[in-house]
């Protein structure tokens, strides 16, 4: 569905006064991919990572300096029209409807824009007005929406002509957790349902780990990772905690396969990696009685935090 092949885009700019001289940026440095079709991929970076960039070339607003892009079989920057047909988009920065207008009339100049027909249309509109609750304000002017309210227009809009592709970049951006969870229960299921495969660019973690099963990770415009986030947690994470409050403070808390982080009174803290939280409770339970206990994930928004700023990936690439 998506090809990208040693793709490079330079950007150059004039720096300094009289003796200003070209500097040239290259935001996508020979980056390499495939998605196929029905996948859901996560596409993250930090800052200034390329992937802004990578998403224009291949939603056809800016032409790469080399490389192969094909998508749906097309060239994103070539036959821009028929391309367009294929592909929906929702940027979470800005809308692609018109401010001055009701959502409803919005999405019927859409219908014109994109040649829907007009039973398709109809069948479209009522899907989405029940799945997005558009309903309440169908008739309001697109300026008037709230920011979760216009993210959900704009998803309706880019689906309307049935694409079976959709690029998202942070479409969660600044909403609450009830829109956000909406969002994402609505791009799931467009995915189950109607086999859209999405790409996702986001710098919420949780809408990847609730989403997408492959997370691509670029830096310096090039590739860094390319699997399960998970994966990367395994690796790269910290470690687990067993919290447990035993009966009474235990006379010698050590147990062997876990670290000791804190003894307070009768509350004992675990840090562990390798063993399993079965083998561990089991270990803890034998030592001695016990009141209470849980298990903490480690974070994995501050592993990937920890990813980017110690540049971990870059190290073995
Ligand atoms: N129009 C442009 N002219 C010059 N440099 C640009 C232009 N667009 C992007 N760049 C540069 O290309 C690099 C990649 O930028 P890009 O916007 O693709 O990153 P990003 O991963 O989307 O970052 P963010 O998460 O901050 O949105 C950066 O160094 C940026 O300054």
């Known amino acids: 569905m998506i090809r990208v092949s040693h793709l490079v885009k330079t950007f150059s700019r004039r720096q300094g006064g009289l003796f200003s001289r070209s500097v040239q940026t290259r935001a996508i440095d020979d980056l390499s991919f495939t998605v196929a079709a029905g996948e859901m991929v996560g596409y993250l970076g930090p800052n200034g990572a390329g992937k802004s960039t990578t998403i224009k070339v291949l939603t056809g607003l800016l032409v790469p300096t080399s490389g192969e892009v094909q998508v749906n079989g097309l060239v994103p920057w070539q036959e821009r029209r028929r391309y367009v047909a294929g592909i929906g988009a929702v940027f979470g920065q800005r809308t692609t409807l018109w401010w001055d207008l009701p959502v409803a009339e919005s999405l ?14 109809r069948q479209n509109l009522a899907a989405f007005t029940e799945l997005l609750e558009l309903g309440p304000f169908l008739q309001t002017p697109v300026r008037s929406l709230s920011l979760g309210q216009r993210m959900r227009a704009d998803l309706a809009a880019a689906l309307l002509h049935d694409p079976p592709l959709l690029f998202l970049d942070e479409p969660t951006i600044g909403l609450d957790v009830v829109a956000r969870e909406r969002i994402r229960e609505f791009v799931r299921e467009v995915n189950r349902e109607r086999g859209v495969t999405v790409l996702l660019t986001t710098h919420d973690l949780s809408d990847v780990q609730r989403l997408c099963p492959r997370v691509m990770i670029i830096d310096g415009g090039r590739r860094l990772y390319d699997g399960a986030l998970e994966e990367l947690q ?46 561990l409770i089991a270990r803890v339970t034998r030592q001695a009685a016990v009141r209470d206990l849980r298990v903490l994930e480690p974070d994995i928004e501050a592993t990937v935090r920890t990813i980017y700023e110690q540049r971990l990936l870059h190290r073995e690439h």
């Open 108 to 121: 019927a100049l859409l219908q014109h824009v994109y040649r829907i027909p007009a039973a398709r249309y």
């Open 234 to 279: 395994r690796r790269f994470g910290g470690e687990r905690q067993l919290v447990v409050d035993y009966q009474e403070p235990p006379l010698r808390p050590e147990v062997e396969g876990a670290t000791l982080l804190s003894v307070d009174g009768p509350r004992v803290v675990y840090g562990f990696r390798d063993l399993g939280a079965a083998e």
